[in-house]
């Protein structure tokens, strides 16, 4: 068994800057596919981010590519999402998720472990 911690949340004005971090114990964290995921009040969970194994890969849907940057430090155990330029549409609960296997990246079912998630607001 994975386990995730998310943290780092907060509220900040637009054009600020977060920094989420996601604590993995249990198991070999090399081991797993990250991304982060992002869910708003009465939407559906979306694909935020997501890094290769290694970190060699990275992959940005639009609306986050030149704000937002994954990362992640394997002998930390930790994945982190620097968050840059914030914009009130940003403002959602912020979810950690790891997989064995890439697969389609943007699907929350190819994830097998999440954390609880963190709030973050923005404020216009």
């Known amino acids: 068994q994975l386990h995730l911690v998310e943290s780092g949340g907060g509220v900040v004005q637009a054009g600020g800057s977060l920094r989420l971090s996601c604590a993995a114990s249990?198991?070999?964290?090399?081991?797993?596919?990250m991304a982060w995921f992002r869910q708003a009040p009465g939407k559906e969970r979306e694909v935020v981010t997501a890094?290769?194994?290694?970190?060699?890969?990275?992959y940005y849907p639009d609306s986050v590519k030149g704000r937002f940057t994954i990362s992640r430090d394997n002998a930390k155990n930790t994945a982190y999402l620097q968050m840059n330029s914030l914009k009130p549409e940003d403002t959602a609960v912020y979810y950690c998720?790891?997989?064995?296997?890439?697969?389609?990246?943007?699907?929350?079912?190819?994830?097998?472990?999440w954390g609880q998630g963190t709030q973050v607001t923005v404020s216009s």
């Open positions: 998720a790891a997989s064995k296997l890439q697969r389609a990246w943007r699907i929350p079912s190819d994830y097998d472990y």
């Open positions: 249990g198991r070999t964290f090399s081991d797993y596919f």
């Open positions: 890094i290769s194994w290694r970190g060699d890969r990275t």
